[in-house]
């Protein structure tokens, strides 16, 4: 998978260069559905070996109000320390009300279902949000049984010549984490920053990103990611490339590299490779 990482990344940094259109995914009037299908690898992980993610996503826009519904199951092959393979599923629900198209204000609920992590199996994410003019500041509470994690998100885009940046910040701070020892080693705070690069280039859409810094339990991807699970990221890369296929139908194809910890057991160095597809049919 890696071999074929580098080679997907230098086409990608060599297109995205060339490009010159804006982007624009609003859909305004209309309705989307998304089927997503993600691989993971995990290298010198003590507990992971890997899995599969599946997804669907039933989203509609229109003038004034924007809704999103997300499933996400995951299924993860694990070593022989832990009694049986994990199996997690995701519930999501995002609303979004359009003041204009320049100033949204956003609300966001997720419930987690773990059969192995009791600490995090049941958790509540809630969101508030609002983005005026390219900056957007949003506030998630992760309710676990035995502990919170408050995460406050900062990001602000520009766009200049055909190609959108973003710049992103997000600070984290867990409560109550020395009430057991899945969330005990970790630490009380936590900040990472990252930047986003999008454009399209003759009909395919092309962006790339890294996220420097250490994170743990973050709310990501507006709230469509929740790394619910005791491992601590420092670094991520991800790049990808989407194609429009038909006037209704959009492919996209992503690769992630993630470094981190697994932090109950003190264990570094692991590492976790994610290749991603996904249509999305709008009608």
């Not at 691989?39 to 992980?45: E, K, Q, Y």
């Not at 899995?51 to 694990?78: M, P, S, V, W």
């Not at 991520?236 to 194809?253: E, F, P, Q, R, W």
Request: with cysteine.
């Amino acid at each position: 998978m890696k071999r074929y990482a580098m080679i997907f990344s230098i086409f990608l940094v060599f297109t995205t260069l060339q490009a010159k259109e804006e982007e624009n995914h609003t859909h305004e009037g209309k309705s989307n559905i998304k089927i997503n299908y993600e691989m993971l690898d995990f290298t010198h992980s003590l507990k992971k070996i890997e899995g599969k993610r599946y997804g669907i996503e039933l989203d509609h826009e229109n003038a004034r109000h924007h809704y999103q519904f997300y499933y996400e199951k995951t299924n993860t092959d694990t070593r022989k320390i832990v009694p049986k393979d994990l199996h997690v599923n995701k519930y999501t629900m995002k609303y979004q009300y359009k003041f204009s198209s320049q100033e949204r204000l956003s609300f966001l609920y997720t419930h987690i279902d773990d059969n192995l992590m009791k600490e995090t199996n049941g958790g509540d994410i809630y969101g508030v949000g609002y983005s005026k003019s390219g900056f957007g500041l949003t506030q998630y509470l992760s309710d676990y049984p035995h502990f919170n994690v408050y995460q406050t998100d900062m990001k602000y885009t520009l766009k200049y010549n055909g190609i959108k940046w973003t710049a992103l910040g997000k600070y984290i701070h867990l409560a109550n984490k020395n009430s057991n020892n899945f969330s005990k080693k970790a630490k009380t705070d936590y900040f990472t920053a990252g930047l986003k690069v999008h454009t399209h280039y003759h009909g395919y859409h092309l962006g790339a990103g890294i996220f420097v810094g250490k994170r743990i339990f973050a709310v990501m991807k507006e709230g469509f990611r929740v790394q619910h699970h005791a491992m601590e990221f420092k670094n991520s890369y991800m790049c990808g490339v989407g194609h429009k296929i038909t006037d209704n139908i959009v492919a996209h194809l992503r690769y992630t590299h993630h470094e981190a910890k697994e932090v109950p057991m003190n264990h570094d160095n692991v590492k976790v490779d994610t290749l991603a597809f996904n249509m999305v049919y709008t009608f």
